[in-house]
């Protein structure tokens, strides 16, 4: 079974700060998910990823497969970056591992 | 638009009685998933299926039960079995087999007491 660790588990920022959120998982992976959850609870789908990096918008993901480890990226972050923000590991077809998910605050 | 439609979006349910959890999508995916989310813990697998009229528990599947009749529906019943059912439920599909991008629901948020 995949642990995946997510840090931190909170962040609070300013308008404007770059900011980053990690993820590690223990073993072999095919593809890694950055999700986003709004307060209201449902999630989106942000990126998928098995290699390298993927930028949409302000967001940039970067996965680093020898190292386990996965980073996702706001730019000049703003209050409607406010979210849960959960990594989520395919280790098999059917199969995510998902971590605690990051609090992100972002504050005008 | 395609997409997930989980309904209702909030549920109370008095303690001892089965409640039913709908989930639809009109993206044709073959693979649709049943999460369970708990504070401070990450979403947790019930049931999922690959393909209509079949369908494997997850890694907390005791307490409910799933059909799949069709390739639309994936409804979850939540018995009276479940000893802590209350919690936010989330349907998620994807195309089988294949690592790709999972769609959400918007979730249920089930209390019961």
């Known amino acids: 079974k995949n642990e995946v660790e997510q840090s931190p588990q909170n962040l609070t920022a300013q308008e404007g700060e770059f900011i980053t959120i990690n993820c590690s998982y223990s073993?072999?992976?095919?593809?890694l998910h950055w999700l986003q959850q709004h307060p209201g609870g449902g999630i989106v789908s942000l990126f998928m990823?098995?290699?390298g990096k993927k930028k949409h918008g302000r967001l940039i993901a970067t996965i680093n497969i020898q190292e386990k480890h996965s980073s996702l990226h706001i730019t000049a972050s703003h209050p409607r970056d406010s979210a849960v923000y959960i990594c989520?590991?395919?280790?098999?077809?059917?199969?995510?591992?998902f971590g605690e998910g990051t609090q992100l605050t972002v504050n005008p | 638009d395609g997409g997930i439609t989980q309904s209702p979006k909030y549920l109370f349910r008095k303690e001892g009685q089965n409640v039913t959890l709908s989930c639809e999508q009109n993206?044709?995916?073959?693979?649709m998933y049943w999460y369970r989310q708990d504070p401070g813990q990450g979403l947790r697998l019930i049931y999922y299926?690959?393909?209509?009229?079949?369908?494997q528990k997850g890694d907390i599947a005791e307490g409910y039960s799933v059909s799949r009749e069709k390739k639309e529906s994936f409804p979850l019943t939540v018995t009276s079995a479940q000893k802590n059912p209350t919690a936010f439920y989330l349907c998620?599909?994807?195309?089988?087999?294949?690592?790709?991008?999972?769609?959400f629901g918007q979730g249920t948020r089930l209390t019961v007491v």
């Open positions: 989520a590991v395919h280790w098999s077809p059917t199969r995510l591992t």
């Open positions: 073993v072999g992976i095919s593809a």
């Open positions: 990823l098995s290699s």
């Open positions: 993206l044709n995916h073959d693979a």
């Open positions: 299926s690959q393909i209509v009229n079949d369908f």
């Open positions: 998620a599909s994807n195309i089988e087999g294949k690592n790709t991008e999972a769609f």
